[in-house]
């Protein structure tokens, strides 16, 4: 069941009200309410990442395609980590690049730990890893 939603007033600093206004703007939201209830949002993540809370997310992975070592140690990564990995989506983005999306769920601190691991994959050129509520 949704949740009423609540009307609260808040006190600005103009200048803090107009600079807010135009990087809301800029990020496409069309009023401040959306806008604050993600930061809100915002924080309340980034917290429970922090404290080993259960997050969502996805750690996006591109490697050279032609390290067999590289491609096999990023499996084998994957398999010891099969209790927070939900499904894995392999992109052959050229002829030299592959493109990896992990989805993960799970305690924040043990889906860091996976990031960090398959970051460090010698043959890996860039990862991210990007959290979400896990919807709690
Ligand atoms: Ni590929």
New binding site residues.
């Given amino acids: 069941m949704k949740d009423k939603l609540v009307r609260f007033g808040v006190s600005l600093e103009g200048e803090l009200l107009r600079k807010f206004d135009s990087h809301i703007g800029a990020g496409g939201y069309d009023n401040r309410s959306k806008a604050i209830a993600d930061l809100i949002r915002k924080e309340f993540v980034s917290d429970l990442f922090e404290k080993g809370g259960a997050v969502a997310g996805a750690v996006t992975i591109v490697y050279d ?1 032609h390290r067999r070592e590289t491609v096999n140690r990023l499996l084998d990564i994957q398999h010891d980590h099969g209790g927070i990995i939900i499904s894995a989506q ?4 050229d002829h030299d ?3 990896e999306i992990v989805a993960v769920k799970g305690p924040g601190a043990k889906v860091k730990a996976l990031a960090d691991s398959l970051k460090s994959v010698k043959g890996v050129k860039h990862s991210t890893l990007s959290v979400t509520t896990a919807g709690k």
């Fill in positions: 395609h392999h992109v052959h983005l690049n592959c493109l």
